[in-house]
């Protein structure tokens, strides 16, 4: 079986920082693209930032500046640093990653079970 475990999740004040970590474990051959959902309450869940295994990132434009996502791939970890954080990122944040098991099986996305970010203004 295949875990991801989010932790670093709390309550701040705007304009603070928190640094997210998710620790994949499990039977895991490779992992490819990491990322980072959001889902507030009412609303849909919505991509954050993503990262390769080379590194390459993508992020929501609202987060762009302000959020930087990285990785270790010898750890199997994926980290969120969030910094000038406003009361509009207030979600459960996700972690999700495309992982093979084996050598020659497809890649299939798992997921998180959730980290409560509140941001108070």
């Known amino acids: 079986q295949v875990q991801l475990v989010e932790s670093g999740g709390g309550l701040v004040q705007a304009g603070g920082s928190l640094r997210l970590s998710c620790a994949a474990s499990?039977?895991?051959?490779?992992?490819?693209?990491m990322g980072w959902y959001r889902q507030a309450p009412g609303k849909q869940r919505e991509l954050v930032a993503t990262?390769?295994?080379?590194?390459?990132?993508n992020y929501v434009d609202s987060v762009k500046g302000r959020f930087t996502i990285s990785r270790d791939n010898a750890k199997n970890m994926v980290y969120l640093q969030m910094n000038s954080l406003k009361p509009e990122d207030t979600a459960v944040y996700y972690c999700n990653g495309e992982i093979k098991r084996t050598r020659y099986g497809l890649a299939s996305d798992y997921w998180g079970q959730g980290t409560q970010v509140a941001v108070s203004s």
């Open positions: 990262i390769t295994s080379g590194g390459s990132t």
């Open positions: 499990g039977t895991i051959f490779s992992i490819n693209a």
